[in-house]
């Protein structure tokens, strides 16, 4: 009888973390396509300055393709995430900002334009600046996450340094 006291203690004990999951879930399932869009890119941001590139893979359609300013088109996600490693495979610390211009959700699509600032820093000390402009088309899937599909990057000579978000506190 003790036994099966303790265990049904067990079970109510579990409901109220049950109930956190189920609110958890509730939360995500009400964020809003843009939201979930701004979601993705400061996920994103924190996988690519951290140098852990491998997360990001589930993040790209299998087809996706990024074609950055200055480098041919790269094809598939393997192409994309070997191109995102090569500043952590070469010692380089990256840090990016986005402003967002335009989010455009259009059924199983959405279409982003965001100026960004991108620093590399190499290992001797030297720092590299960029900034442009991006458009990125991602696609919704069957599970209702939005995956990157096409990522098309330019340096603009209307995006300057002077421009760049403050870092978040």
Do not use: C
């Not at 109930?19 to 941001?45: C, F």
């Not at 951290?50 to 480098?71: C, F, H, K, T, V």
């Not at 990256?94 to 402003?99: E, G, R």
Request: aromatic share 8%; no cysteine.
């Amino acid at each position: 009888m003790k036994r099966a006291i303790f265990i049904a203690a067990a079970l109510v004990a579990l409901i109220p973390s049950t109930s956190i999951l189920a609110r958890a879930h509730h939360v995500s399932a009400s964020m809003t396509d843009t939201q979930k869009i701004e979601a993705w890119g400061v996920k994103w941001k924190r996988q690519l300055e951290a140098g852990d590139i491998e997360p990001l893979r589930d993040m790209y359609e299998p087809d996706a393709i990024l074609m950055s300013n200055g480098s041919p088109p790269q094809v598939g996600v393997d192409a994309i995430l070997a191109f995102l490693t090569r500043n952590k495979t070469a010692g380089n610390a990256v840090t990016i900002d986005f402003a967002n211009e335009e989010i455009v959700i259009d059924k199983d699509r959405a279409y982003l334009t965001a100026k960004y600032w991108m620093t590399i820093t190499i290992p001797s000390g030297s720092v590299i600046d960029v900034m442009g402009r991006s458009f990125l088309v991602y696609k919704k899937g069957a599970d209702d996450s939005w995956r990157l599909w096409r990522d098309i990057d330019n340096q603009a000579p209307d995006i300057l340094t002077e421009g760049r978000p403050a870092p978040a506190s």
